[in-house]
């Protein structure tokens, strides 16, 4: 049987309606939520990326500014408008679209962003109160696959979790916030990677395989059990001379041959993805319910 297509689209729209209400009711009380973005260089994902943060700011009533620079902009002048920004009252979420250029260092400017103001959940400060189970920003695309697996009837609570990758945007942060004792979490987690053995002996005990490591159509039919749910967050770019920009998007899953034995599976594009940007906003709307 066919799996469940777990239509991350549908599900982000459900939460940006709540969102929409929320910001009606701030709105009433002279607050309206703002989220400033920064870019530096021309990385045509990140462009396309911020393009459709701001966009959907806008949908839902948050206002948005974008700030672009050259790729030689110097990790000074990054830090100063860093510091502008988190002194900004009409600014409650801050959100310096990653990669950086070389010059510039990602750690120092996470390290610069008021923890206040930090909706992408990246600052040590936040990623320890994380750590600690305590109410925190999450970050992003980790939020958005708990809300997707909760809202779409696959609580993690007491499953076993395999988690492809161990990167600092998605294994790293997803596996203590599945394995904690709270809503929606609760699970077993296993995280698996560069130096992990026997690979498939390990994914097909997984009742929820998560697919996060960036290689493109890597998981396939042989290394998941029939029944499986699995969440693709890969984003690759292969060449497809049959479409006008000659790419298109795969995930880190075979599609076609493993939505013929889970139960479910998130599409690529259409899945993860926006449920990252709904989570964006919902932090921060949450900061300036906050702030
Ligand atoms: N680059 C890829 N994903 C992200 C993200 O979630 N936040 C930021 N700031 N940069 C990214």
Redesign the pocket.
């Known amino acids: 049987m066919a799996a469940e297509i777990i239509d991350g689209k549908k599900i982000s729209a459900e939460i940006k309606e709540g969102l929409k209400d929320k910001i009606i009711r701030l709105k009433e009380r002279g607050k309206v939520p703002g989220l400033a973005a920064v870019m530096v260089g021309d990385n045509p994902?990140?462009q396309v990326?911020v393009n459709m943060k701001v966009k959907a700011c806008e949908e839902i009533g948050i206002y948005s500014e974008v700030s672009r620079y050259p790729k030689d902009l110097p990790e000074g002048e990054l830090m100063k408008k860093i510091d502008e920004l988190n002194q900004q009252n009409n600014i409650h979420g801050i959100?310096?679209?990653?990669?950086m250029p070389a010059q510039i260092s990602e750690e120092k400017v996470i390290l610069a962003i008021d923890p206040k103001k930090d909706v992408?959940g990246?600052h040590p400060f936040n990623v320890g109160m994380m750590l600690t189970g305590k109410p925190t920003f999450l970050?992003?695309?980790p939020l958005g696959i708990q809300e997707l697996l909760v809202r779409s009837g696959h609580d993690p609570s007491g499953k076993h979790v395999v988690i492809l990758g161990r990167g600092s945007?998605v294994g790293r942060p997803l596996a203590p916030m599945l394995y904690q004792k709270a809503k929606g979490a609760n699970a077993t987690v296993t995280i698996c990677h560069t130096g992990t053995k026997n690979l498939p002996d390990i994914t097909r005990q997984a009742d929820i395989l998560i697919a996060a490591m960036g290689k493109a159509r890597f998981v396939t039919k042989d290394m998941v059990k029939p029944g499986v749910v699995v969440i693709d967050v890969g984003t690759n770019r292969i060449e497809d001379p049959t479409t006008k920009s000659g790419y298109r998007l795969v995930g880190d899953v075979d599609f076609n041959s493993v939505s013929q034995i889970a139960i479910a599976i998130t599409p690529v594009p259409g899945g993860v993805g926006p449920m990252?940007i709904a989570m964006?906003l919902s932090n921060t709307v949450r900061s300036c319910e906050m702030l």
């Open positions: 994902a990140s990326y959100l310096v679209q990653f990669p992408d990246f970050p992003c695309t945007l990252t964006l």
